[in-house]
């Protein structure tokens, strides 16, 4: 399957941002023969169709044969990541340097985004109605950007204090630019010397030439500072994956490509992609909006004789669901944090998680056995791997996916997705393996009748 790998690492390369991924997943799914669903009349069996939200979450339907309120097989996968991002008035000099001032975004250990190459990626959106998309860090002939730390030298202070505390998120500024330390002359007080305030003035007018953008245009823009570099395969013997972003799209690749491999029989099939996730899937594009559901109203407004709400409540009732959503892989560095009887490894196979939540189970998708049995007959029947696990012991912490958020359709669903070490760091680790795994698991997921 080193087709899958390579698609998988052009994905990751090509989609470093939720607006990338899902201009990505688009023009995948019009490759593959998808239409825009809100520019389709009346739709049949057989067709294919996609809707988007605000260029950051999509979400794709392959109609079968049975009429949509008997239920969907969902995948459902996040494409956000932790990041930084650049503040809407964020361009400053001080001392011969220029920085931008940024705002992380998601859980990150923060001290880990320093000296780091890092790229720029996004929006900026003019007054007039332009969009000027931004890519800067990536091509070879790019310059990067970086967030500078203390030598070791005068750091005594700083190493004592926790790992949480010695990097504050203001000071996590990129460098934009420098100058050389100048003097001019006062005219008014001829001999007294005055520092030069030029560098400034020197980015804005890259900025204006190369991408026609003032320094007000930031106001409106969507800029995303992230890892610079493409995913590479990681171990001697290229086992493994480092790229970043894995968590969570390593699930939302698989799920778009079990997808595009399969035909619809007699459930309809979903594969939703959102963004938010890592915020508490909050906003027009997160899982807790009503983008899912207005999606499958107007899927329903195209395939049934008579629109009904109540066709709408029973699509979604009777549907199953895999959060395609990634977990904890087992660390054997630090093991003390986890439950080995109970975790997930590196090349075990998909995961299935039967509970999230934190401490108590506190905010979790319990899933359903009844379901969960399901799963294991049809993945067993094709020898499938899978791994039954959870994100750690029981009183080290937790975290959540969005099988909260679908189950409280009524609907079946369970936490399945691929294991990732360094979760949440500027570089990830996956195992090609349980890349493949996914894969073949979401596409005899997506059969079930």
Known sequence: MEDIISLYKNFLNNGKTERECAKNIIDLAEENGYKNLLSCGKLKAGDKVYIQKFDKSVALFNLGSEPLENGMNILGAHIDSPRLDVKQNPLYEKDFLVYLNTHYYGGIKKYQWVTLPLALHGVVCKKDGTVVNITIGEKEEDPVFCISDILPHLAQKQMKENAADFIAGENLDLIFGSGNPGEKKDEKNSGEKKETETVKKNILALLKSQYNIEEDDFQSAELEIVPAGNAKDLGFDRSLILAYGQDDRSCAFTSCKAMFDSAATKRTTCCLCVDKEEIGSVGATGMASHFFENAVAELISRTEETYSELKVRRCLNNSYMLSSDVNSAYDPMNADLYDKENASFLGGGIVFNKYTGSRGKSGASDASPEFIAMLRNVLDAKNIKFQMAELGKVDQGG???????????????????????SMHAPWEITSRYDIEQAYLAYKEFLLLA
């Open 399 to 421: 975290g959540g996916t969005i099988a909260y958020l679908a189950a409280k359709y009524g609907m079946y669903v369970l936490d399945a997705g691929v294991a990732v070490l």
